[in-house]
């Protein structure tokens, strides 16, 4: 059994701390940190925190690719990346009272090389996992996500899918294992707005109800849901202070798949992805495994 995760569309993560931002002016940071980022990569490490091995697919190109590659190997993650010739994005989390993002733009991603992404799928074998998550970029095809969900059906592989809008929609005509939308991506599928658990087990409940197998549906401070066949559960969140929203629903996945593949028990495994996401929430970076069996405790299951 190999677990592959897929990040499209990686980057280096450029995180800025200050008190303030004045624009037209010399701001000061207070704070600086680069990280290898992308949703897929992040799930690579936080299943790396669990001990649990991974290999992370995708495109990577230029200096700030040379980086990623060079962080994924001193925390010795495995990866089959393909090299592109434009330089792998940087995106800007500029941290101060409030979160903002400045995500740079996407690399071309050549024919030539999305062919032999294919390749790779095709090479994934019954028993395998493989994470989609995060953007697409502009070049590949706009229903890459169910492109790549195609090549896999019927083989007996566990999909999880976390994206969002239309390439959310198509991955979910594929029937994947698990989706992970939060509460305002789930509204956005069915253009309603989410904000009471009752509201997200209904329209979890759609997506199940199209072949989904496993859906969670984040929801801030309120918790998150888990929702399998006609079975729903609501699990609280830790108490803590949110530094960091950064990673956090990437981290939920990797707990909860760490956690699955190892034991192939779905509640406990919710509990893990739960007290991941948040000790991702309350760290500047992702959470620890240290950090998560503190919280995991913390974490609360019931049957809706």
């Excluded at 509460?183 to 087990?201: K, N």
């Excluded at 007290?275 to 959470?287: D, I, N, V």
Aim: with cysteine; aromatic share 8%.
């Amino acid at each position: 059994m190999t677990i592959y995760t897929c990040t499209l569309n990686p980057s280096v993560d450029y995180v800025v701390q200050t008190e303030k931002v004045q624009l037209g002016s010399v701001n000061i940071a207070s704070f600086t940190d680069k990280q290898p980022g992308g949703k897929g990569i992040n799930v690579s490490r936080m299943l790396n925190h669990f001990g649990v091995s991974s290999t992370a697919l995708g495109f990577i190109g230029g200096f700030t690719g040379d980086f990623i590659l060079s962080a994924l190997k001193k925390e010795r993650i495995h990866h089959r990346f393909l090299t592109i010739q434009d330089d792998t994005r940087i995106n800007i989390k500029l941290k101060g009272k409030e979160e903002t993002e400045i995500n740079g733009v996407s690399p071309f991603i050549s024919d030539q090389k999305w062919s032999e992404l294919l390749t790779e799928f095709d090479e994934i074998k019954k028993g395998d996992y493989v994470v989609l998550s995060g953007s697409v970029p502009d070049s590949l095809p706009r229903d890459t996500y169910a492109i790549l969900a195609k090549r896999l059906k019927g083989k007996g592989v566990h999909l999880f899918a976390d994206a969002k809008g239309d390439v959310l929609k198509s991955v979910i005509e594929q029937s994947p294992f698990l989706v992970k939308p939060n509460h305002h991506e789930l509204g956005e599928l069915f253009g309603v707005t989410i904000t009471s658990m009752e509201e997200a087990v209904k329209y979890g409940q759609k997506i199940i109800d199209q072949g989904v197998e496993h859906v969670i549906v984040s929801m801030a401070e309120k918790g998150a849901i888990l929702l399998h066949g006609k079975e729903a559960f609501h699990a609280t969140v830790p108490t803590g202070k949110v530094v960091n929203s950064v990673g956090a629903g990437d981290s939920l996945v990797g707990g909860f798949l760490a956690t699955y593949s190892q034991t192939k028990d779905v509640k406990a495994s919710f509990a893990y992805g739960v007290a991941a996401g948040s000790a991702t929430a309350f760290s500047l970076g992702l959470g620890t495994k240290e950090k998560i069996e503190e919280l995991v405790a913390q974490v609360t299951i019931k049957k809706i």
